[in-house]
């Protein structure tokens, strides 16, 4: 590992680098800063130098500039009264399904390969941490991020893996893993994260005292919106500190959540095995007198495994979700219009999202938080059973959770190049010089993204959307309001 006194003399002597630092933090350069989301970079304090893959034109791909753009929003609509306009952009852009600050700027910086880069490969030193909870790919970003790390010419040795989350930093029980190619072949075939996870714990002074302990250049953080929170936490240390360290995040989450970005890796993975379980609950739901079969899925404040499970299965009569408010009772609730399926074809399949129904549940000022800040929901499925046991007596009712079941399984084939994706384009990123950022597919391009952006707030479900329209139009869904 280098030491700090080590790594200022790569930089130059003590003073140009004292001088470089206080400048280290910059924008992104390009000439219309105002239409673009602009990422802070560490090139004022770095030298540029010809990346590793020009002689072979980046294995025939060729590189990006940082002048490429990916417009945020790809649709432009005649009139307010288009399907899915609102949220008006600059640029008479408008959001579809997202309720997204209106001033936010109507293009990203493309993510890729750089001509230039700003270390020096040979002396880099990187740290990789995985944050909260499982999702399918992890191992998979952590495989990819280690050979991609590895093809620039990062010396075996100089990656590590942090233990258990953000505390493995600094709790002297979890000591850090080196990660070499030999170490992580074959990982992504098994689902969990070999690195560990934990909530919370992101003590960010001590975490930045190791970052400059251990000399690491470069932290790829993969996590949630906690774990990306705590990224940011951590650029921002290390620009205080004045501590030249590129921060990255792979955004994480299993309830598909993160703002921008069209989809999580592991989010198709873990909607296909959800879906398992409703055709399950179709079954028995059918071989029962008047059979109801209920499904809990993931999503404390989206509800996009359930929408999506439900939709892909073909078999769910009913979707509860966190953004829909419902009712039981009345004419216009799910009680009368479950009365009604069990009436033409005997049966009935109703999938709840785990955050669904909270408001009628009492979950209010008193809710409680998790170490990552998440909600600690009251459970909406063994409510909703019990609900329908009482008003359907004659019913046959099963309940079905499949809980982690859908998160820590490895990845399917599209998942795994996905995760290989954005784990490339991370270290790509870091070697450009930028900091801060995550990485994300964004309208099918690969973007990077300022932290603040993405954290904002959670992406959730629009009641008013395509996506959600599409799902009440297939299985001809009322509000149950």
Known sequence: ????????????????????????????????NEAVLTCPTLRAALTARPSPFL????YGGGFVSDDDRVAIQSLRFASPESAGAKCALSGN???????????????????????????????????????????????????????KATDYGVPEGNIIGIRYGYRGFYERKYKPVV?????????????????????????????????????????????GNGGNQGAHAIQQECEKCRIVCSVIGIPKSIDNDILLIDKCFGFDTAVEEAQRALLAAKVEASSGYRGIGIVKLMGRQSGFIAVQASLASGVVDAVLIPEV??????????????ENVLGS???????????????????????????????????????LKGQMKAHFKDSDIKYIDPSYLI??????????????????????????????????LVNTHCVYLPIPVVISTPRKVDPEGEMWNRLRASIGQPNFE
């Open 1 to 32: 590992m280098w030491t700090s006194a080590d790594r200022a003399a790569a930089g130059g002597d003590a003073s140009t680098s004292e001088t470089n630092l206080k400048v280290a933090i910059e924008s992104s350069v390009s000439d219309d």
């Open 55 to 58: 002689p072979n034109q980046n």
């Open 93 to 147: 852009y408008n959001w579809v399904e997202q309720d997204v600050p209106s001033s936010i700027a109507p293009w990203a910086i493309r993510a890729g390969a750089r001509r230039k880069i700003y270390f020096n490969p040979a002396e880099v030193n990187i740290a990789i941490v995985t944050c909260g909870g499982l999702c399918p790919g992890l191992n998979d970003v952590v495989q990819s991020l280690v050979n």
């Open 179 to 223: 990660l070499t190619k030999k170490y992580v072949d074959g990982i992504h075939l098994q689902g969990g994260t070999i690195l560990g996870t934990s909530r919370g714990g992101a003590d960010i002074k001590e975490i930045v005292k190791r970052i400059d302990m251990w000399g690491i250049d470069m932290l790829f953080v993969v996590g």
């Open 325 to 338: 408010i419902f009712k039981l009772e009345g004419e216009s609730g799910l009680f009368a219009y479950i």
């Open 345 to 383: 074809k005997g049966h009935a399949v109703v999938c709840i999202a785990e955050g669904a129904g909270q408001d009628i549940l009492g979950s209010g000022d008193d809710l409680q938080h998790d170490p990552s800040g998440n909600p600690i929901l009251k459970d909406a499925g063994t409510w």
């Open 407 to 440: 998160r820590s399984i490895p990845t399917t084939s599209g998942d795994r190049i996905y995760c290989k994706v954005l784990a490339n384009n991370a270290v790509h990123g870091a070697f450009a010089g930028y900091t801060g950022i995550t990485v994300g």
